[in-house]
């Protein structure tokens, strides 16, 4: 199912309190973080600040999810397609995930928020590899939320990654094929223990998945917004979770309320 959200709402002033509209929160919230270079270009400004100004969306969202009660929280950061940007680009998005993780880790970790960094790391620098591992670890036991970034991903990366372990597996001898079902695939995935994302949300208008949780989002509620990451905020994340509680999840099945 698709929503899309056209309307340009009210930006919130530091003292609103709208939870109370919120009547509940779905368990895992994905968001595919769309518009930085646009929301830069409208401005006449250089794509960096585009991601710069994406790096504050990013902290006004988990500070709103934990907020609400949101208990995971995805964020598409970096694609494994991104490598074909401009190698100044691919610089500094990944130089803009090192300060993130020396400025914000810290305090994600005394809010309670674990880390979890989903995708490929075998072309990653050493150093950066580092940082995501220390990061992790330092709030492995965290329960309050789980943060999930996901970087130098793609789903059918992903996909490909899981069933190459699960056929090392087979030809060692240790699984057999007909133990190859859904259950082991999902224990495979990058995202293993955490539950699938109830809804994704995509700025910028656009309307496609492009490359993400393609195993997780099988159920997926989507819903659109027009506005570009970096304008993104808990206005339009209540009014995202508005959308969702409205829709009629059925799973395969009928509608509680058809004849």
């Not at 694609?79 to 998005?93: A, C, I, Q």
């Not at 570009?228 to 994340?237: C, G, V």
């Given at each position: 199912m698709q929503h899309d959200m056209n309307a340009n709402p009210e930006r919130l002033g530091p003292d609103a309190a709208n939870a109370d509209r919120v009547a509940s929160v779905p368990n895992h919230v994905a968001i595919i973080m769309d518009g930085n270079g646009r929301w830069a270009q409208t401005r006449s400004l250089p794509r960096t600040s585009g991601h710069k100004q994406g790096v504050e969306a990013v902290r006004r969202t988990v500070r709103a999810c934990l907020e609400l009660g949101v208990a995971h929280l995805t964020l598409f950061s970096?694609?494994?397609?991104?490598?074909?940007?401009?190698?100044?680009?691919?610089?500094?998005?990944?130089?803009?995930?090192?300060?993130?993780?020396?400025q914000d880790v810290a305090e994600l970790h005394a809010g309670g928020v674990r880390v979890k960094v989903?995708?490929?790391?075998?072309?990653?620098?050493?150093?950066?590899?580092?940082?995501?591992?220390?990061?992790?670890?330092?709030?492995?036991?965290?329960?309050?939320?789980?943060?999930?970034?996901?970087?130098?991903?793609?789903?059918?990366?992903e996909i490909v990654r899981a069933v190459q372990s699960i056929a090392a597996q087979v030809a060692r001898g240790d699984l057999t094929p007909d133990l190859v079902t859904e259950t082991a695939i999902g224990a495979h995935i990058d995202t293993a223990g955490i539950p699938d994302p109830e809804m994704i949300i995509r700025t910028s208008g656009e309307k496609r998945l492009?490359?993400?949780?393609?195993?997780?989002?099988?159920?997926?509620?989507?819903?659109?917004?027009?506005?570009?990451?970096?304008?993104?905020?808990?206005?339009?994340?209540?009014?995202?979770?508005?959308a969702f509680n409205a829709r009629d999840r059925r799973f395969g099945g009928i509608s509680a309320t058809a004849s």
């Open positions: 970096f694609s494994s397609e991104n490598w074909s940007r401009p190698p100044e680009e691919v610089k500094f998005l990944f130089n803009l995930l090192r300060r993130f993780i020396h989903v995708g490929s790391r075998t072309n990653l620098d050493s150093d950066l590899v580092a940082l995501i591992d220390e990061s992790e670890a330092l709030t492995a036991e965290n329960t309050k939320m789980t943060l999930v970034v996901a970087f130098n991903y793609g789903g059918r990366d492009s490359n993400f949780l393609l195993w997780q989002s099988a159920y997926s509620e989507f819903v659109f917004i027009d506005e570009h990451w970096p304008d993104f905020n808990r206005e339009l994340l209540i009014k995202a979770i508005e």
